[in-house]
C-alpha cells in the first residue's frame, strides 16, 4: 500500500470541498472495497476523505410517502429496518443476498452503489485493463468470460457491476442524492446514475470530481410481490451469473431488473410491458442485442428460466 494522507470531514459540503482540493482523493466510510483494491494498489489514493462522522446514517420518511437513505446507512441495518421489510421487500432481500454478514456489518449504502467490478482482469495487475489503465486494453475480451457481461458492453470492457443492492435500488426507481464541492445540492435517476463502458469504461458514474453522495430516495412503495433471485456458483459469498429482481402485481404486470449480465444494473421499459405475456416475451426485450461467446452464452436462457421461476412464485403468492 502507498502513503496517503488522511482527514476527517464534519460536514458534507466540506467533505465534497476537500476530495476537489485533492484531486487523487477518495472518500472512505466502510472501506469494504476501496481498502482491499488500495492493497493491491488497483486505487492510489494519495488522500482519504473519511465521511463516517457526518450524520448521513438514518432511515427518514418523505413527504411523497417514500424513505430516504442516509448515504451512511450500513447494509444489514438497511436490510433489517421494518419499512423496508414490508414496504420495499425486493430491496431487503437484495442486501442479504450479497456479500457476508460480517461485510454487510460494515458496507454502507452509498459504497455499495459504488463497488467496482469483480472482473478477475480487473485484479490482475499484470492484465491490461481499460477500466483500471485507459487506453491499455481489455484481457476479458478473448479471455475466460464466464462471468462477463452479455448486454450492454463495448468493444472497451464487458465487465459487469457486482452489486445486488444497485438491481433493487434500479427496480424501484430510487434517486441519488449528492452534494457537490461548491456546496450545491443534485438529484440523480438511479437509470442515469451508472454509466455503460463505452470507450471510457473507467468513468463508471455519473458523479462529477469530488461529488459526494448524501442519500438514495425511494419513491413511495409499489405494492405487489416482491422477489430476488440470485443465481450463483455457490449458495453464498458468490457474486450473481445472473440475478432477477421483480415486483409483480395480482393481474400479471410489473416490472424486472437483472444483475449479473451488464456493466449496470439493467432494465428495459418494453420489458416491463411485456411481463405480462411470460418470461420469453419478456427476456427478449431485455436482452435484445445480447452479444455472448461461448463462455457465457448459457446466461441468455438462464435469464429466461431465472424469470420464469420468479413468476411462478409471484403466481403462488397471488
Request: glycine letters at 8%; a positive charge.
Amino acid at each position: 500500500m502507498k502513503p496517503f494522507t488522511y482527514e476527517r470531514a464534519n460536514t458534507p459540503a466540506e467533505a465534497a470541498a476537500a476530495a476537489q482540493r485533492n484531486p487523487n482523493a477518495k472518500f472512505i466510510a466502510g472501506g469494504t472495497n476501496l481498502l482491499d483494491l488500495m492493497k493491491l494498489q488497483i486505487e492510489a489514493p494519495s488522500h482519504l476523505v473519511d465521511v463516517n462522522g457526518l450524520a448521513l446514517d438514518r432511515i427518514e420518511a418523505t413527504p411523497e410517502g417514500g424513505l430516504r437513505i442516509g448515504a451512511l446507512v450500513r447494509n444489514t441495518a438497511l436490510a433489517a429496518d421494518e419499512r423496508v421489510r414490508r414496504d420495499y421487500a425486493v430491496l431487503s432481500r437484495a442486501l442479504l443476498a450479497g456479500a457476508s454478514g460480517q461485510l454487510r456489518n460494515k458496507a454502507t449504502t452509498a459504497g455499495n452503489l459504488l463497488q467496482r467490478t469483480r472482473c478477475p482482469y480487473f485484479y490482475d495487475t499484470d492484465q491490461p485493463c481499460n477500466k483500471r489503465q485507459p487506453g491499455s486494453g481489455c484481457s476479458a475480451i478473448g479471455g475466460i468470460t464466464r462471468q462477463h457481461a452479455v448486454i450492454g458492453s463495448s468493444q472497451a470492457c464487458i465487465a459487469t457491476h457486482p452489486s445486488d443492492m444497485a438491481v433493487a435500488m434500479r427496480l424501484l426507481d430510487a434517486t441519488v442524492e449528492t452534494v457537490r464541492p461548491g456546496g450545491q445540492a443534485r438529484v440523480i435517476p438511479i437509470a442515469d446514475f451508472h454509466r455503460l463502458p463505452g470507450d471510457t469504461p473507467h468513468i463508471e458514474t455519473a458523479l462529477e470530481p469530488g461529488e459526494l453522495i448524501t442519500s438514495v430516495t425511494l419513491p413511495k412503495p409499489l405494492g405487489g410481490t416482491h422477489i430476488y433471485r440470485k443465481v450463483r456458483d455457490r449458495a453464498s459469498y458468490a457474486f450473481a451469473l445472473v440475478s432477477v429482481a421483480a415486483v409483480v402485481q395480482r393481474d400479471g404486470s410489473g416490472r424486472v431488473a437483472l444483475g449479473g449480465v451488464a456493466h449496470k444494473p439493467w432494465r428495459d421499459a418494453t420489458a416491463d410491458a411485456a411481463l405480462p405475456q411470460g418470461a420469453g416475451a419478456a427476456t427478449a426485450w431485455l436482452l435484445a442485442g445480447a452479444q455472448t461467446t461461448e463462455d457465457n452464452a448459457f446466461k441468455l436462457p438462464l435469464v429466461e428460466r431465472t424469470l420464469a421461476a420468479v413468476l411462478a412464485q409471484a403466481r403462488s403468492a397471488a
